[in-house]
T-cell receptor, first 113, second 113 residues
Framework: DSGVTQTPKHLITATGQRVTLRCSPR?????VYWYQQSLDQGLQFLIQYYNGEERAKGNILERFSAQQFPDLHSELNLSSLELGDSALYFC????????????FGPGTRLTVL | AQSVAQPEDQVNVAEGNPLTVKCTYS??????LFWYVQYPNRGLQFLLK??????LVKGSYGFEAEFNKSQTSFHLKKPSALVSDSALYFC???????????FGRGTSLIVHP
């Protein structure tokens, strides 16, 4: 168990809908990263937050947004969902003492029908 | 830009035999290199990293990796494979000073009893 929790585990929704994925980092970790894993694209970095502020942005669509709250949990919002958004979404966190080692949550499997 | 190539989609090895999972990278500047493992229905787990220093890096579960600058490679090795090592292995690279890794497509390791 990495100490990173993600909810929900599974999410099934329809095209055009909006969903929110939630992540709680390991205790004390200030950095949160979001990744998308799909069969065709592999593991893609989406966005990083550090202590509430956006730190780095990757291949994140404009329909997607994220935020990190004062208690350090993070949410990834996906809107106007398309079939191609079906994927595993992972959250990871890292600490100040080991910034290059990321601890991944179990993921949220999103299915868009 | 940075990239990682894992040339083998799948590696098969008999239990007790040595295993190698290959990785080559491309990055400007000094590379920071990582290996992660993913078991079915789980998030990625950190195995080891190379930042600087000794080219042979030892990690979790008896794994090690050798950094070869001239060949831009960072192959993962283990002297004696276990059936429980069967999983998906990801190599990742980031530019020195960046916390955001680029992951390879992954290599499925199958260890036969």
């Amino acid at each position: 168990d990495s100490g990173v929790t993600q909810t929900p585990k599974h999410l099934i929704t329809a095209t055009g809908q909006r969903v929110t994925l939630r992540c709680s980092p390991r205790s004390g970790d200030l950095s949160v990263y979001w990744y998308q894993q799909s069969l065709d694209q592999g593991l893609q970095f989406l966005i990083q937050y550090y202590n509430g502020e956006e730190r780095a942005k990757g291949n994140i669509l404009e329909r997607f947004s994220a935020q990190q709250f004062p208690d350090l949990h993070s949410e990834l919002n996906l809107s106007s969902l398309e079939l191609g958004d079906s994927a595993l979404y992972f959250c990871a966190s890292s600490s100040e003492g080991s910034v290059y080692e990321q601890f991944f949550g179990p993921g949220t499997r999103l299915t868009v029908l | 830009a940075q990239s990682v190539a894992q040339p083998e989609d799948q590696v098969n090895v008999a239990e007790g035999n040595p295993l190698t999972v290959k990785c080559t990278y491309s990055v400007s500047g000094n590379p920071y290199l990582f290996w992660y493992v993913q078991y079915p229905n789980r998030g990625l787990q950190f195995l080891l990293k190379y930042i600087t220093g000794d080219n042979l890096v030892k990690g979790s579960y008896g794994f090690e990796a050798e950094f070869n600058k001239s060949q831009t490679s960072f192959h993962l090795k283990k002297p004696s494979a276990l059936v429980s090592d069967s999983a998906l292995y990801f190599c990742a690279v980031s530019r020195g000073g960046s916390y955001i890794p680029t992951f390879g497509r992954g290599t499925s390791l199958i260890v036969h009893p």
